[in-house]
């Protein structure tokens, strides 16, 4: 592998498919990146964004040949009259040029202003303002940029309102998001439509393991478990059960062979099992027998098979997604912006499979988020078609992720497994989304007040579908 560079890399790679946090009922505010995100105590649902955000450029993603730029079809170059072009996001998007990258980015930024007469802002807007203010300007007629991101579980109330369109109304035949997608990908569906576009990235998100100790503890590799199709949850939590030991006899693990904060744990194997809090059709999704079966085996992995190391007392505290780091955790489903610089070796494997799932999706991707263009937005495809063609800059990578994948593994095996079977495999979780929707309280009984699942779902069926029912 070619000398790699600093982690920070990873995140600008992977700012647009990170799964990543949610809200805890005793967390603090702040950057997902470096602190929980806050709870909104105004709609009770969990407020986070994607913790490689304030590290991505805006409008610089990927690279090679624009289809759209280069096709002798596509629409000529306008002269805009010194237009100004918005691109607004809660991290600046300015390329700094103090990479070579970036010098390229900035480069092509400056080549394509001339190209149109244009001058093209990226505006930095604080994330706990952003959706108030993309929401207010969208409504008045008069958006707060010609481009904006958003977290698909924040778009969902602006598109049932018709604040954002669809990537019909904006993009051409000859877009090449509508070709190759060499640059510009179309980003997954949301309430049946197509609305986001994003660069290409990578992003692994699974389950994470302590190389070191498993060596140690002399446990089966995963990567070998997984190969010989023999990973699921019943092999996760025999290994688990092996990586608890109690050296000293005094009673207490020395080592744990699993942590994680649970409602997260809950949405990933849910959806290894096929199941998620919020379906796809915004309907209750915890009422599920897929589901019911994923909270049973959480409230077994976190309170009765003693497996799980909880460092600070609360199973449900978004900090418990760092106490792997300590070093005596064996496995723990997290992410890639989490794990890299740590003393010991990892490595990755998919997160284990449920009896009921078909292995199509591995974790839950809470933070996905990409780039829309609001209603009301003058000339939207030649917005659109600047976007494109601030997207043809030829990396320096010799793949996609390159950077970030060397920075945080030391084995091909480990690229290849992110690369190959956990890239793409997210699949889009709503549930912090949705105003009131008791998605968190569901997990606070059943974990935290050991309340017995089947009551607790019929609990907060009704409540939930009250909040589903006032969003659409």
């Not at 924040?154 to 070709?179: F, H, V, W």
């Not at 994003?198 to 997984?226: A, C, E």
């Not at 069926?461 to 029912?469: K, S």
Request: contains cysteine.
């Amino acid at each position: 592998m070619k000398k790699v560079k600093a982690l920070t890399f990873l995140l600008a790679t992977t700012m647009l498919t990170l799964t990543a946090c949610g809200g805890g009922s005793n967390n603090a505010g702040g950057n997902a990146a470096n602190n929980p995100p806050a709870n909104d105590a105004s709609t009770g649902t969990a407020t986070g964004n994607d913790p490689a955000a304030n590290n991505a450029p805006a409008g610089n993603d990927a690279s090679g040949n624009n289809a759209a730029a280069t096709n002798e079809d596509a629409p000529a170059p306008l002269d805009l009259g010194g237009r100004e072009i918005h691109i607004s996001a809660w991290w600046d998007g300015t390329p700094k040029g103090d990479t070579a990258d970036s010098k390229k980015a900035l480069d092509k930024l400056h080549e394509i202003e001339k190209k149109y007469n244009v001058k093209i802002k990226y505006d930095n807007i604080p994330f706990d303002k952003y959706m108030d203010k993309f929401t207010t300007a969208a409504l008045s007629g008069t958006p707060m940029a010609d481009i904006s991101i958003l977290e698909f579980k924040r778009a969902l109330a602006p598109i049932k309102q018709g604040l954002i369109l669809p990537l019909s109304e904006y993009t051409q035949g000859t877009s090449d998001i509508n070709n190759e997608q060499e640059h510009t990908v179309k980003l997954p569906q949301l309430l049946g439509d197509e609305y986001f576009f994003g660069g290409k990235g990578v992003s692994t998100v699974g389950m994470f393991y302590n190389r070191d100790l498993f060596k140690k503890l002399g446990l089966p590799d995963p990567q070998d478990l997984y190969a010989g199709g023999q990973w699921n949850w019943d092999k996760f939590l025999e290994v688990a059960k092996q990586a608890t030991t109690d050296t000293n006899n005094d009673g207490k693990p020395d080592t744990w062979g699993f942590s994680d904060w649970a409602p997260g744990a809950a949405r990933d194997f849910g959806v290894t099992n096929g199941a998620l809090f919020v379906n796809d059709d915004l309907t209750v999704g915890f009422t599920d027998p897929k589901m019911i079966e994923t909270l049973e085996f959480i409230n077994r992995l976190y309170n009765k098979e003693n497996v799980v190391k909880v460092k600070k007392g609360d199973k449900n505290s978004w900090d418990e997604t760092s106490t792997f780091k300590d070093g005596d955790v064996a496995m723990s489903s997290n992410f890639d912006w989490n794990v890299g610089g740590l003393p010991f070796e990892v490595g990755v494997v998919p997160n284990p499979q449920g009896p009921s799932g078909d292995g199509k999706f591995t974790y839950a991707n809470t933070a996905q988020n990409g780039w829309v263009i609001p209603k009301g937005v003058k000339d939207p495809q030649i917005v659109y078609q600047i976007y494109e063609e601030l997207q043809d800059v030829p990396s320096t990578e010799e793949y996609l992720g390159q950077n970030g994948l060397e920075a945080l593994f030391k084995n091909q095996a480990d690229i290849d497994m992110a690369l190959q079977h956990i890239n793409n495999t997210g699949r889009i979780s709503l549930e912090e989304g949705v105003a009131d929707y008791p998605w968190f309280s569901v997990l606070d009984d059943i974990i935290k007040k050991n309340q017995s699942v089947t009551a607790t779902v019929k609990k907060y069926e009704a409540p939930a579908q009250a909040a589903l029912d006032k969003l659409k």
